[in-house]
């Protein structure tokens, strides 16, 4: 099995991946921020005292409103550092798979994005996540960038302040109190279990260098997504639907839609499980 350098592995994502990655044979070396810092490692190019075949990025600078105004920061790990991460992958003639999100995309759409969408983000989180597509495939000999949507998994993001979508939903509810959820802004959630196996088979398949969606299949709003959590369950409380614009007090712009269709996976026939599929084993990893 190949060697992997997994950067962001103490991340939402990076955790389950790690779990995956160990399961099915890989080797894996995750450095945390202390062990290789990517912002400092970006201004220095010290070398990289890892050896490894496949090299996977999981970090990122995911704080979306902070973004607004930490530019600089952002525009580093979600750009620079993948573009120095790709360079090296090259050197090493290594693969290289990079992460990136459906906020590359306007939100004006009404049907699930495809890779072959022109990307139009709307905040400065997007713009440096499809200003770090780019640095990739300009930079890198073989690569994937796995566009993927509305992350949740055990502990939630790091970058978010640990706790996930589903977390909040059955945290309200136990506290009795109401849930205000958005019922007009559409997404594709998907459980990182799943990406993380999504992941691992497209390693095992290694179809051509490109740019793939990974999501649960499906599209809802929050507020489905509460009223689907809520019957899974077993909880009741009262959900009081609310419009993205009364959210929109917040610094970056979201966008509506971004649903995302994972067109290449299906015509590799690597179906992904179901918006619904994913809340279910994320209630049963975490009961
Ligand atoms: N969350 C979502 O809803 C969502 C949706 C679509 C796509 N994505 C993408 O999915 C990927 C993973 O996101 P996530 O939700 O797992 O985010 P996360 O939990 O915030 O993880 C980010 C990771 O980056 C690491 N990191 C930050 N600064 C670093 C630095 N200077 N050097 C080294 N590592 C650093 C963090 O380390 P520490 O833990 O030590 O800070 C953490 O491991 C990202 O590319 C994100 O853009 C996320």
Same mark, same amino acid.
């Given at each position: ?47 990289? /005292? ?68 022109? /990307?139009? /983000? ?31 998994? /055990? ?133």
């Amino acid at each position: 099995m190949p060697s992997v350098l997994l950067t962001g592995g103490s991340g939402q994502l990076g955790r389950a991946l790690l779990g995956a990655l160990r399961d099915h044979g890989f080797s894996v070396a995750a450095p945390d921020v202390q062990a290789w810092d990517l912002t400092r490692w970006t201004e220095t190019q010290a070398p990289v /005292p890892f050896d490894f075949e496949l090299l996977i990025n999981c970090a990122a600078y995911t704080q979306v409103d902070q973004a607004e105004q930490d530019a600089l920061a952002a525009h580093t790990l979600n750009a620079l550092v993948p573009e120095k991460l790709a360079e090296l992958s090259k050197k090493r003639r290594a693969l290289f798979v990079h992460i990136s999100t459906d906020y590359v995309f306007s939100g004006d759409s009404r049907r699930p994005y495809t890779e072959d969408d022109p /990307p139009f /983000p709307q905040s400065a989180y997007g713009h440096t996540k499809l200003e770090g597509e780019m640095c990739v495939q300009a930079a890198a000999g073989a690569y994937y960038i796995v566009r993927s949507a509305g992350l949740y998994g /055990p502990g939630g993001a790091t970058g978010k302040g640990g706790h996930s979508m589903i977390d909040f939903i059955l945290n309200t509810a136990r506290a009795g109190k109401p849930l205000r959820l958005v019922q007009d802004q559409w997404t594709s959630p998907t459980y990182v279990g799943h990406l993380a196996q999504g992941l691992v088979r497209l390693l095992e398949r290694r179809p051509e260098s490109g740019c793939y969606h990974m999501v649960n299949e499906g599209v809802c709003s929050w507020h489905e997504f509460g009223t689907e959590v809520l019957q899974q369950a077993g909880m009741a409380a009262e959900i009081l639907p609310v419009s993205l614009a009364e959210f929109s007090q917040r610094p970056a712009k979201r966008p509506t839609y971004s649903a995302l269709e994972n067109r290449k996976l299906n015509a590799l026939g690597m179906r992904m499980p179901t918006w619904q599929e994913g809340v279910r084993a994320y209630i049963a990893e975490t009961r």
